[in-house]
């Protein structure tokens, strides 16, 4: 018994210290926000055995709210490659961008027609910011995260007759009061348009 507590505190003793690394960019709307703030990146490093591995984000980058509009912006692409040039050890960004252009504007009522168009800018706008990261730092990797499930419909669908006093009522009534189905559709066919591009790029 005491052999063995002996080499354990040995053991513990001799571990040795980690260097943190930054691996990860961190940059977009909410969804960038809250794993900021939750630190899910590094969460998932540890769980998989790199505890080392960090992430950057700041609340330029990262931002309630934010479509793919604000990132094309002078001050936030000067943001975007102030912190690459600086944090060198960096070789992935991850992107949540386009929800919100999605959802914010699109209408359950368009045409096929008027909702490829808009889909069609917001593609052509994440196309322009991941052509300036690369331009930034040649063989960046990039991963977009895409979107799942919100659940508007369903959510504020059932709230009746007090629809109008949840948070989001004004989003999901512009949009033409889709449900659930409706509103996961047209995210999986933007996420396709993405995929897309990615195998082309």
Not at 20 to 30: A, H, I, W
Not at 95 to 111: A, E, H, M, P, T
Not at 139 to 151: D, E, F, K, T, V
Not at 157 to 179: I, K, L, V
């Amino acid at each position: 018994l005491l052999l063995i507590s002996s080499i354990s505190s040995n053991l513990a003793w001799s571990q040795c210290a980690e260097t943190p690394v930054e691996r990860v960019l961190l940059m977009g709307d909410s969804w960038a926000a809250m794993m900021g703030t939750d630190n899910s990146i590094n969460n998932a490093f540890t769980k998989w055995g790199h505890s080392n591995y960090k992430f950057y984000t700041n609340s330029v980058l990262s931002e309630n709210g934010t479509e793919t509009v604000d990132f094309i912006q002078p001050a936030r692409l000067n943001e975007i490659q102030t912190q690459l040039l600086a944090r060198p050890t960096i070789d992935f960004v991850h992107i949540s961008l386009g929800g919100n252009d999605v959802l914010g504007q699109w209408n359950k009522n368009w045409s096929q027609a008027k909702t490829d168009s808009l889909l069609d800018s917001v593609s052509a706008r994440l196309v322009f910011i991941m052509d300036f990261i690369k331009s930034v730092r040649p063989g960046i990797r990039i991963l977009w995260s895409g979107y799942a499930y919100p659940n508007f419909g369903e959510i504020i669908g059932d709230q009746a007759p007090f629809q109008s006093s949840h948070p989001f009522y004004a989003t999901w009534n512009g949009m033409g009061q889709p449900n659930f189905t409706q509103i996961n559709g047209i995210l999986n066919y933007y996420s396709a348009q993405m995929s897309s591009i990615a195998d082309n790029d």
